[in-house]
T-cell receptor, first 114, second 111 residues
């Protein structure tokens, strides 16, 4: 069964460094998402992406964040200058269409900022 | 935005017991999903259930969209059922088709 994959599974970085989290969505899916979960809290929406542009972003998704689909298979989340409060689990998700379809989640990348 | 409330927040079960988890939401939805977050933090899709009833092994779920709630049933619980259960909803005409998650129910199944 097709699945969403994410790399790396765990990344440790120093405050102020740039990080890129990578995702490979399911191949025929057209809508892509990033969500974040700070330890012990609920999962929060960050951004949705369709047709090579952001369709919606939350207030968390400020100028330090960016997303890109650099080729036909990868979907990336970049944090330009990491802060301690960016430490969280980051989930990528995708779905086939814009209607009420199921979103498929990847296993997550645990980001630790020291 | 839409509010999603899950109850109870915590649940301790003896192995073999049955339980019901509840998800209430404040607006009309066209997507509802249940997830199990395992000890490694991964979100495992359990059900995509915007309405009706589905069953998968010892788990089943029912969504009554007109009354704005969904229930997840765990029967004959096992220690591997431990973890956090989240429901997530997509409000009708939600910008970006985003999912809004509830706060979760933390389940501990004791042997």
């Amino acid at each position: 069964e097709p699945e969403v994959t994410q790399t790396p599974s765990h990344q440790v970085t120093q405050m102020g460094q740039e990080v890129i989290l990578r995702c490979v969505p399911i191949s025929n899916h057209l809508y892509f998402y990033w969500y974040r979960q700070i330890l012990g809290q609920k999962v929060e929406f960050l951004v949705s992406f369709y047709n090579n542009e952001i369709s919606e972003k939350s207030e968390i998704f400020d100028d330090q964040f960016s997303v890109e689909r650099p080729d036909g298979s990868n979907f990336t989340l970049k944090i330009r200058s990491t802060k301690l409060e960016d430490s969280a689990m980051y989930f990528c998700a995708s779905r086939v269409g814009g209607g009420p379809y199921e979103q498929y989640f990847g296993p997550g990348t645990r980001l630790t900022v020291t | 935005g839409i509010q999603v409330e899950q109850s109870p927040p915590d649940l301790i079960l003896q192995e073999g017991a049955n339980s019901t988890l509840r998800c209430n939401f404040s607006d009309s939805v066209n997507n509802l999903q249940w997830f199990h977050q395992n000890p490694w933090g991964q979100l495992i899709n359990l059900f995509y259930i915007p309405s009706g009833t589905k069953q998968n092994g010892r788990l089943s779920a029912t969504t009554v969209a007109t009354e704005r709630y969904s229930l997840l049933y765990i029967s004959s619980s096992q220690t591997t059922d431990s973890g956090v259960y989240f429901c997530a909803v997509e409000r009708v005409l939600a910008a970006g088709n985003k999912l809004t998650f509830g706060g979760g129910t933390r389940v501990l199944v004791k042997p």
